[in-house]
């Protein structure tokens, strides 16, 4: 599909309501052609308005208004003007007429009844004119109307002079002057008017007061506001008003508007909405055939772009300020951006928009008429079809038809109910059966068929969710959701355990069940789930494989968004999506800077959206154990330099912008080797010579804890583990480089040194980082006394070995002689014996390519180090896989690693000849 820009067209004017204008007085062509010649986007409007000072204002606004139409007329017609300057240049204009019209009357009113008062600030009072509709969006057609809101801080009354004129409650003052903003903006006089006005958007409707205080709109949207009007108040814009109470109004709009959750639910509603507007326009082209196409309203017509683009505003715009814009144009390009849809949609909607307001533009141009719809004289649809570069009618409604056809298919891909079918085919009826537990056979009998390999306890499970009182008080809506959610699902289970040949029946009905029962109040989830079945497929594929993947999702539903579609879960695309991630993670705490709680809000749903895509990616086996650890450390890392730059601007008495402070990985962070729910081993170092230094970074790093282990409605980030500093728990929390290169000179205990072994700069300042891998170089090749060294790692070990009793027949992979901890002590040990004549062994290359590599220098015999280096990996993929099924405990039956913890055991022997 390709657009077609509208070809020149002779020099006679098309329009009848231009013919008409320039009929009646043969000296308009002269200001015509001048205005003609410029770009109407940057038209200077309030110098055209002075063209003509010797007539009132009313008069000059209407004459301009004409002047300006004609000349749109001329300029787009001719190709000369685009739809960006036609709506730019009538956005801008209305708002010019709304402001120079408020202020003249303000100016009226004060004078007779004077300057309206706060009751409370003490504050002259200025009304706020919200502009609505495409008007706010600055994408005004040229013979629309404006849909307007007025709106006035506080009560109070007018302060009046020595005339003696009465004094008005403000409400009363504001409610006359809107009256008169009316009328000069809409009244019909020999010059016509200036625009139409509707106030039928404001609360409560024409039902309600012509204004409204701050206080009343407030109390409005929180208690009455319905749906239909949160995808109205998405374009609200403020075209005059104090920018105090411009904001603060804001800060009332906006929570009701962009909920702080994903709101799925908002699909229903405008589902329910593009209804009811439909079956207007189905019944007005029943009664007037005449009328039909309706490009605004009509089947894949404009309303149905404009619902696409909103409805990703409504669902996200509370997590992701930047979907917050008004212009319709601007949000579908930024829904390519955010990939909510693909380029190529988002291009052919943009064409498909571009070519629909053209044409409505056209239909509006023959008579300044606001039409919307084919005019019914064949004459007339041929004009329309020339003014569109088209050569005649059936032309036009081919290219009509086929931009149409476009938008219907992708307003239906998201707004079709797509819970009509759900679970049609082998369902159970909970609502009917699962409430009376007499029913439990039929159940049973039910699931069997569906292949449960016990459908007995299956039946039970379902049964006592169903009773559970916490589902019994849903609402309707929500327990008839839930119950085509149920229904969908059990083939869908049994589908899973089958191909994956992984988990039973019970166990997956189990967990999802808790799931359910966890998000059943947040109709948004199940919302989710309903309008994008494929996403309850996924979280069933994936709580069948992975205990740990239920009760994280349970934990944190808000991670379905990361199973609507497949974007980003290519393994090889994670690292290079991570700087992306980290950009918009930045742009979301700056957006949110000086609200704490927030930021620390962000970095959780942040931190946990990217382990859950990782997650994802390791359940469908695109992950080895050591590449998922890679991301899983490299995504710390981030989020702790995120954490530290944060936490440093909260703290008042901070002494310089950028602090000279670093954060020193340890242990698993320190190795790469980070798992799911692994702590962080950390110490702090700094180096700053300012008095303030000391206590300042002492905060910081207090603030820091703080910052990764707070429990908040979103979570956690990480547990922090200090014990490694200097002196340990009795040590100062940080130390400067100087004092931390002393102490692991002189004071550091051989286990410290063996800890250093797998330390790496993380996070901070870098060249602190360069100081510190420089002694910790230093350090791991200082040559030692190898009885010495061998009797401490040995005794260290054994008290590991006391601390964790084998009380089981299972074997820890950790904690069991000839497991983990076994071979991370021989390299550390063998890494400090060597060291100072192999400074290649101080790399922190990880454990199994540090094995090999003292294969290769004949340090240990090279099939024992490959062979440990081998069982180091695969024990390490069997502890993945046995936390990834919620175990605490890597345990597992001894035969599973009996050879591997063999060849441990023979390369523990030769290193200390125990």
């Known amino acids: 599909m390709t657009h077609t820009s509208p070809a020149p067209i002779v020099p006679d004017p098309v329009s009848r309501f231009q013919q ?268 007037h055939p005449e009328r039909s196409h309706n490009v605004k309203l009509g089947r894949g017509g404009i309303r149905e772009i404009e619902f696409l683009a909103q409805v990703f505003q409504l669902i996200r715009g509370g997590r992701d300020p930047a979907l917050r814009t008004r212009s319709t144009r601007a949000t579908l390009r930024l829904l390519a951006e955010r990939e909510l849809l693909s380029s190529e949609v988002v291009d052919q909607l943009l064409e498909a928009y571009t070519f629909l307001r053209n044409l409505e533009h056209r239909l509006q141009y023959l008579d300044d008429a606001q039409t919307h719809t084919l005019p019914a004289a064949p004459q007339d649809r041929a004009t329309v079809a020339h003014m569109m570069g088209l050569p005649d009618e059936a032309a036009l409604l081919a290219e009509l038809d086929a931009r149409r056809v476009f938008v219907a298919q992708q307003f239906d891909a998201i707004f079709a109910d797509k819970s009509a079918g759900a679970g049609a085919s082998n369902a159970v009826d909970p609502g009917a059966s699962l409430t009376d537990p007499d029913n439990r056979d039929a159940i049973a009998d039910r699931l069997a068929s569906l292949g449960f390999d016990a459908p007995g306890p299956s039946a039970d499970r379902l049964i006592a969710t169903w009773q559970a009182p916490r589902l019994q008080t849903l609402p309707e809506a929500s327990r008839n959701r839930l119950v085509a959610l149920v229904n969908a699902a059990l083939p869908q289970i049994a589908a899973a355990v089958a191909e994956a040949r992984l988990g039973s029946h019970t166990a997956t009905l189990g967990r999802l069940l808790d799931f359910f029962e966890a998000i059943a109040r947040r109709s948004a989830y199940l919302s989710l789930l309903t309008e994008y079945p494929h996403t309850l497929e996924r979280v069933i594929r994936m709580i069948n494989a992975s205990g740990w993947a239920a009760t994280f999702l349970t934990q944190h539903p808000i991670l379905l968004d990361e199973l609507l579609d497949d974007r980003g879960n290519a393994a090889a695309s994670w690292s290079d999506d991570l700087p992306a991630f980290a950009a918009s993670l930045a742009r979301q705490l700056d957006a949110a800077e000086g609200d704490t709680e927030r930021q620390l809000d962000i970095l959780r749903e942040a931190h946990h959206a990217q382990l859950f895509r990782l997650l994802a990616l390791d359940l469908a086996g695109e992950l080895s154990v050591e590449r998922l650890a890679d991301h899983l450390s490299a995504l710390a890392d981030l989020i702790v330099a995120e954490t530290v730059q944060r936490a440093w601007r909260t703290i008042a008495t901070r002494h310089r912008d950028t602090p000279r402070f670093a954060v020193i990985a340890y242990g698993k962070l320190g190795g790469k080797e980070l798992g799911y729910v692994s702590d962080l081993d950390v110490i702090f170092l700094f180096d700053d010579d300012d008095d303030m230094a000391p206590s300042n970074y002492a905060k910081l790093a207090q603030r820091f ?120 002590f021989i390299v550390q040990y063998l890494v400090l014996l060597h060291a100072a004549d192999y400074p290649r062994l101080t790399a922190n290359a990880g454990n199994i390519a540090l094995l090999r590599l003292c294969g290769e220098l004949g340090l240990v015999d090279p099939g024992l180090a490959a062979g440990a280096a081998d069982a180091y990996r695969a024990m390490r993929k069997l502890q993945h896989q046995v936390r990834l099924q919620g175990q605490e405990n890597a345990r597992v039956a001894p035969e599973l690693v009996a050879q591997h913890a063999t060849t441990v055991a023979q390369l523990w022997h030769r290193c200390f000849n125990a």
């Open 20 to 287: 008409r204008w320039l009929a009646a007085d043969p000296a308009r062509a002269v200001q015509l052609e001048a205005l003609s010649r410029l770009s109407l986007a940057r038209l200077d409007v309030g110098a055209a308005l002075d063209a003509e000072p010797d007539l009132p204002l009313n008069r000059r606004m209407r004459r301009l208004r004409n002047l300006l139409i004609c000349a749109i007329i001329e300029r787009d017609l001719s190709g000369r003007a685009d739809l960006d300057e036609v709506v730019s240049a009538m956005s801008r204009f209305a708002d010019f007429a709304v402001q120079t019209h408020l202020a003249a009357l303000m100016d009226e009113l004060t004078a007779i009844h004077g300057m309206p008062i706060g009751a409370e600030s003490g504050r002259p009072q200025q009304m706020m004119v919200l502009a609505m509709g495409k008007h706010g969006g600055g994408e005004l057609n040229v013979s629309s109307d404006i849909d307007l809101i007025f709106v006035y801080p506080e009560d109070g009354d007018t302060r009046i002079d020595a005339s003696g004129q009465r004094s008005l409650s403000n409400h009363e003052f504001f409610v006359r002057l809107g009256r008169k903003l009316i009328a000069a903006l809409s009244e019909v006089t020999e010059d016509g008017f200036t625009f139409r006005v509707d106030m039928a958007l404001r609360p409560n409707g024409k039902s309600g007061p012509l204004v409204a205080s701050l206080n009343m709109v407030e109390d409005y949207l929180i208690v009455q506001g319905r749906e239909w009007e949160r995808y109205a108040w998405v374009k609200a814009r403020a075209v005059t008003g104090d920018p105090v109470d411009i904001a603060a109004l804001d800060a009332i709009v906006r929570p009701f508007v962009y909920r702080r959750y994903l709101d799925f639910g908002v699909i229903d509603a405008i589902r329910t909405m593009h209804a009811q507007i439909r079956a207007e326009v189905n019944r007005q082209e029943r009664l």
């Open 705 to 824: 804890i703080t910052w990764m282990t707070t429990h908040t409605p979103a979570g956690i980030l990480f547990d922090i583990d200090t014990a490694l500093r200097p002196d340990g728990a009795s040590g100062m929390l940080v130390s400067s480089i100087n004092a931390f290169e002393r102490y692991q000179r002189a004071s550091a205990w051989i286990w410290e040194h063996q800890a250093l072994t797998r330390a790496r700069f993380c996070a901070g300042d870098a060249d602190i980082g360069t100081r510190f891998e420089a002694i910790r170089e230093q350090v791991l090749r200082q040559r030692r006394n190898p009885d010495t060294l061998r009797d401490e790692v040995v005794k260290m070990r054994q008290r590991m070995h006391e601390a964790h009793p084998q009380r089981s027949d299972s074997f820890d992979l950790k904690q069991d002689a000839g497991g983990m901890i076994d071979i991370e």
